[in-house]
């Protein structure tokens, strides 16, 4: 039986560990995060009224130098009734031990594993007697990409694949990609754990101190989410690369897509105001035509202000950003009921 702790976030959200064995850094843990919809009141089962996502189960998977700490988003979901579950995947935020390298990994297909586990947890706490609940998988930027390989090579397993700015391809062009990917496949070869690169000058998270709001900031573990991005080496610089190179070739991911952008990106050397409403980590253009690769049914969404999370920008393109969602959660749950 799964024991859930009181998580980082406090009241409404619990988190257990997912025991992943070990490498040459120790022993290696996910952790899964939990925030559970509010029971139903007395009218409305008296009434039969349901929420709209009554029958979802939501797990999302953070990007690079990241973890989760969003509860706006989690309560986007529990707040239409649908069960919100969180991975920090090994050696990222909650899951991080002493003496490993963070975000570190060679493959990004061995992040099967956690995923596999937690879906099977989040299976395993469903009411047999239910019906099935539909499995949405939520992903942010490297997450998203991580999710959609998974997706890809395990047909069958989600229902819908909600991508936020995800980094399917490398920056610019894949052109840059086929240029550079032999000299990082060597670098990897003879010395996977040195310095890759470094391009992270704080402006991602400085746009963030201007947009969102303090009590949202003030919860955030430097350690875990810095304020520049944790060094990129050599060997994940490599899987990252392989993984952009397989979106290029093309997924056949089988659930519909949705993918939410910023309709600019700013990426320059100089901090500018206008680092605040757009996305400074992505080259936006190239990910919306790598989106298309993704399967048959992709719904790419373009929000004007909108940064890198676009969940944590301004007031109003963040509104936009759910609103979106929201349309296209409408839209996807009256296929779902018309196909059923």
């Known amino acids: 039986m799964t024991v859930w702790r009181e998580d980082v976030l406090g009241a409404g959200f619990e988190c257990t560990d997912l025991e992943l064995g070990s490498d040459s850094e120790g022993p290696l843990v996910a952790a899964l995060v939990r925030a559970l919809p509010t029971p139903r009141g007395l009218w409305e089962r008296i009434l039969g009224r349901e929420r709209s996502l009554e029958d979802v189960d939501v797990l999302y998977v953070h990007g690079w130098s990241d973890y989760f700490f969003q509860r706006q988003l989690a309560e986007f979901w529990t707040s239409r009734g649908a069960r919100f579950f969180a991975l920090d995947l090994r050696k990222y935020g909650r899951s991080l031990r002493e003496g490993q390298t963070p975000g570190y990994i060679e493959d990004l297909d061995e992040y099967r594993v956690e995923i596999e586990l937690a879906i099977n947890e989040i299976r395993e706490s469903q009411d047999p007697a239910a ?17 959609s390989l998974w997706a890809h090579k395990h047909p069958g397993y989600a229902d819908a694949l909600i991508l936020n700015s995800p980094w399917l391809e490398f920056q610019l062009t894949g052109t840059v990609r086929q240029v550079v990917a032999p000299i990082f496949n060597l670098r990897a070869k003879f010395s996977p754990h040195d310095l890759a690169l470094q391009a992270d000058l704080g402006f991602y998270m400085r746009a963030q101190q201007q947009t969102c709001s303090p009590q949202e900031l003030n919860t955030i573990n430097l350690q875990w989410r810095p304020e520049r991005a944790h060094a990129a080496l050599n060997g994940w610089m490599r899987a990252v690369l392989l993984g952009h190179a397989r979106v290029s070739e093309g997924l056949s991911i089988d659930a ?23 996305d400074t980590v992505l080259d936006v253009g190239t990910i919306a035509e790598a989106a298309l690769r993704l399967g048959d049914c992709v719904t790419v969404c373009r929000i004007d202000g909108a940064l890198h999370d676009v969940f944590l920008s301004s007031p109003e393109p963040r509104a936009e950003a759910y609103a979106q ?4 959660l409408i839209g996807w749950q009256a296929a779902t009921r018309h196909n059923a």
């Open 131 to 147: 019906t099935r609940r539909k499995l949405v998988l939520l992903g942010h930027s490297t997450g998203g990409l991580v999710l």
């Open 325 to 328: 969602l929201e349309r296209w």
């Open 256 to 278: 519909p897509v949705a993918v939410l952008l910023s309709k600019r990106s700013v990426l320059a050397l100089k901090w500018s105001e206008d680092m605040t409403r757009a």
